[in-house]
Structures are given as structure tokens and as C-alpha cells.
């Protein structure tokens, strides 16, 4: 596999970087990071109605600990 890795998010094959996730999910992190950042107390389902992003894939995110999960919000884990 060389200079390639298998993203933990979505599957895909991707560019070896020093992320854990390929350009495409790097980008649904920001738009979510983006939403929780202005507004933590939005719930998963507002934030996957308005960012298009499906609640699994959000929640991807938050077992892979790049979100907390408080009664169904999720804040930046820092």
C-alpha cells in the first residue's frame, strides 16, 4: 500500500497525510467543528439537516473522538 491509507471515517483510499481521515472528510469535520464551535448546544439531527451529513457519519466522528456526546449534542473534544 505504500503511500496510501485506508480513511477511518469513510473507507476510502487516500494520500498518505499525518491525518486519520482523507481530504473529503476533513471536510465534513469543518462544517460540523464549524456548527458545534458557534452553537454546541445543537442536537445531531439539526446538525445533519444542516449540513447534508448523515447522523452515522456524524457519529463516526464522535467514537473516533473527535466529538463528545452530551444528551444528544456533541461538543469539540479538545
Do not use: A, H, W
Amino acid at each position: 500500500m505504500g503511500n496510501y491509507k485506508i480513511c477511518d471515517f469513510c473507507g476510502n483510499l487516500y494520500e498518505r497525510t499525518n491525518n486519520r481521515m482523507c481530504q473529503s472528510c476533513e471536510e465534513v469535520y469543518r462544517k460540523i467543528r464549524s456548527i458545534v464551535e458557534v452553537k454546541p448546544d445543537t442536537i445531531v439531527l439539526e446538525i445533519s439537516n444542516q449540513t447534508g451529513v448523515s447522523v452515522s457519519r456524524i457519529l463516526s466522528f464522535v467514537r473516533n473522538g473527535y466529538f463528545v456526546m452530551k444528551e444528544g449534542t456533541i461538543e469539540v473534544n479538545n
